[in-house]
């Protein structure tokens, strides 16, 4: 079992702060790494998806990642009340299909007005 | 782009008949297409994988005689769960996966379809 770790909060934040969201992961092969939006009630919805060590920034959100330290953090810059969700960050690792994700527990996002 | 539809979206069923849920791949070719089960206020649970045109490969502890998936095209994969019991109700959720190279959707990115609430009375 691959393991895909996530501290499932709750975390607020008030508006307009820096919103910064932690994953870590078991497998030193791992080679691609996403972060989904999931709001209450609905599907998952990728916003990230990072492949090289670094940062890699979409508007808003920010994806760190360290392969060396095996971590993959998500920053959501100007929070909104709108990104009130829970933030799952997932794994994929060459041998165990080249779809197949490893998901963490996620984290709940509260963006308090 | 990267559209996945499911249908129905929500189902009531009683105790002991099927339902059958539809993940479709609307604009790419679904490699490979993944069913997942989620209860309130719980993680995401990968029930099933199944590739176009071979037999699904289910996660330990799923029945695969209680929950029979067809993946037969690269657009539509469908799961139905035989003799629902309340037990079975939750949200049933379906992805899909793509391996090619153009742009979008990029290598090993999995899409959601929008789920399909089930409950069984």
């Known amino acids: 079992q691959k393991e895909v770790e996530q501290n499932s909060g709750p975390l607020s934040v008030p508006e307009g702060a820096i919103a910064s969201l932690n994953c870590t992961y078991s497998d030193r092969g791992s080679q691609s790494f996403f972060w989904y939006r999931q709001y209450s009630g609905k599907s998952p919805e990728l916003i990230m998806s990072?492949?090289?060590?670094g940062d890699k920034e979409d508007g808003r959100f920010t994806a760190q990642l360290n392969k060396a330290s095996q971590y993959v953090s998500l920053l959501i810059r100007d929070s909104q009340p709108s990104d009130s969700a829970t933030y799952l960050c997932?794994?994929?690792?060459?041998?165990?299909?080249?779809?197949?994700?490893?998901f963490g527990t996620g984290t709940r996002l509260t963006v308090i007005p | 782009g990267a559209v996945v539809s499911q249908h129905p979206s929500r189902v009531i069923c009683k105790s002991g008949t099927s339902v059958k849920i539809e993940c479709r791949s609307l604009d790419f070719q679904a490699t490979t297409m993944f069913w997942y089960r989620q209860f309130p206020k719980q993680s995401l649970m990968l029930m099933a994988t199944?590739?176009?045109?071979?037999?699904?490969?289910?996660e330990q502890g799923v029945e695969k005689d209680k929950f029979l998936i067809n993946h037969a095209s690269l657009t539509l994969s469908t799961l139905t769960v035989t003799s629902a019991h309340p037990e079975d109700s939750s949200f049933y959720i379906c992805?899909?996966?793509?391996?090619?190279?153009?742009?979008?959707?990029?290598?090993?990115?999995?899409?959601f379809g929008p789920g399909t609430r089930l409950t069984v009375l």
């Open positions: 997932a794994v994929n690792t060459p041998g165990f299909g080249a779809n197949n994700l490893f």
């Open positions: 992805s899909a996966g793509w391996t090619g190279t153009s742009s979008r959707p990029s290598y090993n990115e999995q899409f």
């Open positions: 990072i492949y090289s060590n």
């Open positions: 199944s590739n176009e045109g071979s037999k699904a490969t289910y």
